[in-house]
């Protein structure tokens, strides 16, 4: 059974910066792209960023490029999302998902082809103005 649990969220300020983490168990950490979706009330859920089993490609949503960086540490099956410069409008229930689809042309993760299979209950962020 694949479990996923996302920790790190909290409230912070506009400029702030905030790291979630993931941990997955329940399958092959380092064969699955992996990747961070979010949530905002009243707004569908968007993707934000992913990465592939070796780490070697990354995609992120054009609202989150140049502020936000995703990374994967295999020994600890942990993803991690480091947001730096944190608005208003990344306030959302971020959650973190397993067997994403990661590569491809597409430059702008919002609107991923195929949505994963496997999902966290998620971590709230809330940023202030």
């Known amino acids: 059974q694949v479990q996923i649990m996302e920790s790190g969220g909290g409230s912070v300020q506009a400029g702030g910066s905030l790291r979630l983490s993931c941990t997955v168990s329940?399958?092959?950490?380092?064969?699955?792209?992996v990747g961070w979706f979010r949530q905002a009330p009243g707004k569908e859920r968007e993707g934000v960023s992913c990465i592939t089993g070796s780490g070697g490609v990354t995609r992120y949503a054009d609202s989150v490029k140049d502020r936000f960086t995703i990374s994967r540490d295999n020994a600890k099956n942990t993803l991690y999302l480091y947001m730096n410069s944190l608005k208003p409008e990344d306030t959302a229930m971020y959650y973190c998902?397993?067997?994403?689809?990661?590569?491809?042309?597409?430059?702008?993760?919002?609107?991923?082809?195929?949505?994963?299979?496997?999902w966290g209950q998620g971590t709230q962020v809330t940023v202030s103005s």
């Open positions: 998902a397993a067997n994403v689809h990661c590569g491809g042309p597409t430059t702008d993760y919002s609107s991923p082809p195929v949505w994963p299979s496997y």
């Open positions: 329940g399958l092959t950490f380092d064969a699955y792209a």
